[in-house]
């Protein structure tokens, strides 16, 4: 079965503040991506990343795909208001052709 | 130009009724999906089409039924609509070879009352 397992699924945090939003699937995967959903909308593509080891940051944003490809994390630095919404890590797994969802990351930041 | 558009953005209608989201990207991407967002705001891969083919059909009633008239193109449709077919349905696109990622539409609230 496909599954990918957010932790946590909700964070309230403080403005200012870092944190890490984690991704783990039970098996190896060919591409993980990030996506940002603000209440109401679409799904905003943040990052992918496919090669082991890989990390790649835009603004304040980092993510990694640890060397097995099976856990990512997102972490978010100097948190901002702007940064609140849903949280969605997907994959793609290898030998797959579909993209599959983890639970989901619901963030607030408290100004 | 919007790349994956959906219509209507919101939809309410009744038990038992039947319903159609049209979807349309204008990316030239090989493959179009369906997503169903519920109300814990899971993502759940409904449908998957690759040229106009059917690729992957995950446990969906068989009262959804999509279509994809061209490679562009990926409609669903609802048949005797429940209460809990009540959700966001999300269609995407993206190349069949996953170097790139998934473009997805606005979505579309379907409220079944």
């Known amino acids: 079965s496909q599954e990918l397992e957010q932790s946590p699924q909700s964070l309230i945090v403080q403005e200012g503040k870092n944190l890490t939003i984690n991704c783990t699937s039970s098996k190896t995967l060919y591409g993980l991506y990030w996506y940002k959903q603000k209440y109401g909308e679409g799904l905003i593509f943040l990052m992918m990343l496919q090669k082991g080891g890989e990390e790649k940051s835009h603004e304040k944003i980092t993510a990694k795909l640890d060397e097995k490809k099976q856990q990512s994390s997102l972490h978010i630095t100097a948190s901002q208001p702007s940064h609140a919404g849903i949280y969605l890590c997907g994959a793609v797994q290898t030998g797959a052709n579909n993209l599959f969802f983890g639970t989901g990351t619901r963030l607030t930041v408290i100004p | 130009d919007t790349a994956v558009s959906q219509t209507p953005k919101y939809l309410v209608t009744q038990m038992g009724n039947d319903k159609s989201i049209k979807c349309e990207q204008n990316?030239?991407?090989?493959?179009m999906y369906w997503y169903k967002q519920d109300s814990k705001k899971f993502l759940k891969i409904m449908f998957s089409?690759?040229?106009?083919?059917?690729?992957i059909n995950e446990t969906v009633p068989n009262r959804f039924s999509p279509k994809s008239p061209d490679k562009a193109h990926l409609n669903l449709h609802i048949n005797s609509l429940e209460l809990g077919d009540s959700a966001v349905y999300f269609c995407a696109s993206s190349p069949f070879v996953w170097n790139t990622e998934a473009f997805f539409g606005q979505g579309t609230r379907l409220t079944v009352v």
């Open positions: 990316l030239g991407h090989d493959t």
């Open positions: 089409y690759n040229n106009k083919e059917l690729i």
